[in-house]
């Protein structure tokens, strides 16, 4: 099997493992974030249930549980920065054909116009596709840990 | 044969060319001559697309597109390669994307300049950045060759013998638009001069037609541009009253 070159996808002698690698670490960042911010929110949610005197166990269904949309809701804003992230990337990529020389002249010489937006954009792209599917994917964890962990009487209806 | 046609340029509203008509035939070799601002950058820039114009520009008759535009290629002192890019690296890039790529002709340049292949372009110095440039232009296989101050920082001896070297490897449907300040270094080189001047053409005329004028490249552009001897006498005598 053909080993996929990443250069192609990068402007031509861009340093793209060292940014990558930095891209990498916001992603890993990104998910951890999500991950505290949920749990942060699941918390505040989960101890204002009917707990006994102890706040060993829940007692009643009389006050329920925030639905899970506005539980998970402030954590998607890691992903948006990221995607901000991505979009700024996609932007310095872009520039780095004007920078210290006008390489544009040459990419505007090729054949191919794809070739210019390709460069500039398939890597910022692929990182804010693995950023959403990170995200979907904390999700649905967080979904079934909901799901699994709040008493069915303080389920909201 | 690219023909240009009615070309003007705006910038805002400042007009930098004005009406620009040229035909460059399969193999000439052209100077583009003219003062500093005259507009000689911004015909090249106009040609290749880089730059919005109105007027016509036309390759064998056809407009310039992505399909064409690969005929050109375009050595400029405002760099065109990829700084972190070796020799190397922009040999494979370009033999990937210009099929005409001559991988021969390059190395041979290289050699000539005696430039490294496998460090980032970025370390070079001005001049061999400039050599650089000129051999990755020639190096494309493109039939129109542009080069836009293509020696600025380079001696006197590197200028002289890659001119010599540029006459030897060119092939007859090679065509070269050569702009530059250094004209008695190219006289010998060019067979035609185009002279601009504030946006417009001044002077169109081939070697052979100053030959048998009798007078030289120098003497023509002198003559087309005005140029008045005591211009120096005169400065010198203002600045020493």
Known sequence: MKRLDISRFYPPGYDYGRWNGYAAMALAVCGMAQIILYSSAFSSAYGQLDWNWDHTRIVSGRIKMAPFADVAGGCWAPLVIF?????????????YFSQYSNSIYIMRRLSSNRELAVRCLAGPAAFALCALALSLILMLFFRL????????????? | MLEINKLNKRFGAKQVLYDIDLKLQPGEIVGLFGENGAGKT????????????????????????????????????EHSFFPDLSAKGHAEFFADHFGTFRQKRFDGLMDFFALPKSKAIRSFSTGQQNQFEVVLALSQGADYIFMDEPFAGNDVFNREDFYKVLVGILEPTETVLLSTHLIEEVSD???RAVLIHRGRIVGDSTADELDSKGITLMDYIKETYNYRADRVARALDSINE
């Open chain 1, 83 to 95: 995607a901000l992230y991505c979009v700024l990337w996609a932007v310095l990529l872009r520039l």
């Open chain 1, 145 to 157: 840990y909901y799901n699994a962990v709040v008493p069915d009487m303080c389920k909201p209806l």
């Open chain 2, 42 to 77: 911004t015909l090249m820039k106009c040609i290749l697309g880089l730059l919005r114009y109105d007027g016509t520009v036309r390759l064998d008759g056809e407009p310039i597109t992505r399909k064409n535009i690969g005929r050109f290629a375009f050595a400029t002192s």
């Open chain 2, 189 to 191: 080189f060019v067979g």
